[in-house]
């Protein structure tokens, strides 16, 4: 069965910090896999996603994630964090429908973010 | 493009009582998802449609909780009767197909006391 850790459950940050949060999935197969936030209030929306190919994927609002197979990992970056980018954060995974996936969206536990000022 | 749409946005029950969410997918989206997101944690999936069949329900509570996906369309969760342990942000998600991603409402929060 797929799984996804993330191992930062809270995360402090100040302004114009870089981050990284960390993110492993644990299928052996061909995988897509995406970060979702949750701002305060607001419904989950989609931050970026893979795939395939270029394994660094850009997404929304400066956030960055890149695909490693080899450690089975998809963490997220941003050079440069503000203060709006409060929110919690969750990874995800599906099977890919090259494997034969059935479309069971799985997430991580999520890490709450909160850049201060 | 209209999003997921859920109803009730909040419900405060007794337990024992029973309850109905209700989710309207994006139009023409073939999957729809049930997740329960106990606070301080991620979302678990209860139950997964595709078009008005279920695919997987391996996490849903069958002793109480109940869904459907009448016509491919519309879907609403029961629960019945609630425990205390209920309590949690209930969301509903859809997805056009497996090569794009999942859009989801602004949830159901459940409060049962």
């Known amino acids: 069965a797929q799984s996804v850790s993330q191992h930062n459950h809270h995360v402090i940050l100040s302004e114009a910090a870089s981050l990284e949060l960390g993110c492993n999935y644990s299928?052996?197969?061909?995988?897509?896999l995406f970060w979702y936030v949750q701002y305060p209030g607001q419904h989950l929306q989609l931050l970026l996603k893979y795939f395939s190919g270029d394994p660094l994927v850009k997404g929304i609002k400066g956030f960055e994630a890149e695909f490693i197979k080899s450690k089975f990992s998809f963490n997220l970056r941003k050079p440069s964090v503000q203060w709006s980018d409060t929110a919690e954060y969750f990874c995800?995974?599906?099977?890919?429908?090259?494997?034969?996936?059935?479309?069971?969206?799985?997430f991580g536990t999520g890490t709450q973010l909160k850049v201060e000022l | 493009e209209a999003g997921v749409a859920q109803s009730p946005r909040y419900k405060i029950i007794e337990k024992r009582q029973s309850v109905a969410f209700w989710c309207n997918p994006i139009?023409?989206?073939?999957?729809l998802y049930w997740y329960q997101q106990i606070l301080g944690q991620g979302p678990k999936l209860l139950i997964q449609?595709?078009?008005?069949?279920?695919?997987?329900d391996s996490q849903l509570p069958k002793d109480r909780f109940s869904a459907e996906r009448l016509k491919g369309v519309d879907s609403t969760l029961k629960i019945q009767p609630a425990k205390l342990e209920d309590s949690a942000v209930y969301l509903c998600?859809?997805?056009?197909?497996?090569?794009?991603?999942?859009?989801f409402g602004q949830g159901t929060r459940l409060t049962v006391v």
């Open positions: 139009s023409g989206h073939a999957t």
């Open positions: 998600a859809s997805r056009a197909d497996p090569n794009t991603e999942a859009f």
């Open positions: 449609f595709q078009n008005n069949g279920v695919v997987d």
């Open positions: 299928y052996g197969g061909t995988v897509n």
């Open positions: 995800a995974v599906t099977r890919s429908i090259l494997t034969g996936g059935g479309n069971k969206l799985t």
